[in-house]
C-alpha cells in the first residue's frame, strides 16, 4: 500500500469541501481551531430571509486563514420567536435548539478540535449558544467561545454609516451589499419597515422588519462605497479579535474542567481511538473528552 500524500497548508478553508484524508492530515496537528456560523431565517428589511447565515459564513470565509481555522458549515436554522411568523420566518424552540447546538460543537471535538468559535448571526441564539458553549467547555475540555459580530461591531457601524446599527439596518444592509449585493433589495424600502424596540413593549411578532434601538433609527445606507469599507474594516477587527483569543488560549494552556482531570487520573483519558481521546479500544470518541493541546514554540 502507498503512503498518502501530505500537504503542507489548505488552500480551502471550508469544512464541506474537503476530503476527509486531507482533514484527517490537517485536524488538529496543524489545525485545530473551527468556526461555526450560526443564524436563521426570517424576515429582513430588504434583504434576504438568509442574512444572518450568510454574514457569518462570509465572514468566517475571510478571517479563517488568519485565525488559522476551519469554517464548519453553518446552522441554519435560530430561535425566530419574535419573527417567525412573517413570511419566511423559522423557529426552533430554546430547548432543542441548545441541545443541537452543543451536539454540533461535541462532534467537532470528537474530530479533534480543541477550539470551537460560533459565528452568531441572530440575537435570538445568543443565550441558547452562550448555554451549549458552556456545557460542551465543561464536559469535554474543549474551548468554546460564542461571538455576536453586530455587537462588536457597532462602533465600525457608526464611523463608517453615520448610523447605528440595527437588526436588517445599516450595519447588516452594508455587510450584505459589499458580500452579496444580489440579496439586497433596494427598491423594495419604505420607511415604515422600520418599527423602534422599546424595552416596555413585547409584542409576538415584533410588527416591523428591520428594528432600531433606542430611538436611532437604522435605515439602509445603500452606498457600495461605503458598504465595501465597513466590511474590511469588520474582517480585520474581528479577525485581530479571533486571533488574540486563540493565541491567547494557546498561551495560557488554562486547567482542564475536573471531568477532565478525573478522566486523565483514572488512566482512561486519552487511551483509545484513533484521535487519541476516547475511553475505550478503538471508539474513537469515548467520554468525548478534548484531545489534548499541543504545546506551540
Keep these: 500500500m502507498s503512503p498518502r500524500k501530505t500537504r503542507s497548508k489548505p488552500t480551502e478553508r471550508r469544512l464541506a469541501r474537503l476530503n476527509w484524508m486531507e482533514m484527517g492530515e490537517w485536524v488538529p496537528g496543524e489545525i485545530d481551531t473551527v468556526l461555526v456560523p450560526v443564524g436563521t431565517l426570517e424576515a429582513h428589511g430588504i434583504l434576504s430571509l438568509g442574512t444572518d447565515n450568510e454574514i457569518p459564513s462570509r465572514l468566517g470565509e475571510a478571517v479563517a486563514a488568519r485565525v488559522n481555522a476551519l469554517v ?49 448571526g441572530h440575537g435570538g441564539n445568543t443565550a441558547a449558544l452562550s448555554d451549549a458553549a458552556r456545557r460542551v467547555h465543561e464536559q469535554t475540555g474543549a474551548y468554546v467561545a460564542v461571538f455576536d459580530w453586530w455587537r462588536e461591531c457597532q462602533a465600525i457601524a457608526e464611523a463608517t454609516l453615520g448610523v447605528p446599527g440595527g437588526h436588517a439596518g445599516a450595519d447588516e444592509t452594508a455587510a450584505m451589499l459589499a458580500i452579496a449585493p444580489e440579496q439586497v433589495f433596494a427598491d423594495l424600502w419604505d420607511p415604515s419597515l422600520a418599527f423602534e424596540h422599546r424595552p416596555s413593549l413585547t409584542a409576538y411578532p415584533t410588527p416591523g422588519s428591520l428594528i432600531y434601538y433606542a430611538g436611532k433609527r437604522s435605515d439602509p445606507v445603500l452606498s457600495p462605497k461605503k458598504a465595501r469599507e465597513f466590511w474590511e474594516r469588520v474582517v480585520e477587527h474581528v479577525g485581530e479579535l479571533l486571533e488574540d483569543l486563540v493565541v491567547r488560549w494557546d498561551r495560557e494552556g488554562y486547567p482542564a474542567p475536573r471531568s477532565r482531570k478525573a478522566a486523565r487520573a483514572s488512566g482512561n483519558g486519552g487511551a483509545g481511538g484513533a484521535n487519541g481521546h476516547g475511553s475505550g479500544p478503538g471508539t474513537g470518541h469515548g467520554t468525548g473528552h478534548a484531545p489534548p493541546r499541543r504545546t506551540r514554540k
Design 72 to 120: 464548519a458549515p453553518a446552522i441554519p436554522y435560530g430561535v425566530t420567536a419574535s419573527l417567525g411568523a412573517l413570511a419566511g420566518g423559522t423557529h426552533i424552540p430554546t430547548a432543542p435548539f441548545t441541545e443541537y447546538a452543543a451536539a454540533v460543537f461535541t462532534t467537532l471535538t470528537h474530530q479533534g478540535f480543541r477550539n470551537v468559535i460560533a459565528l452568531n
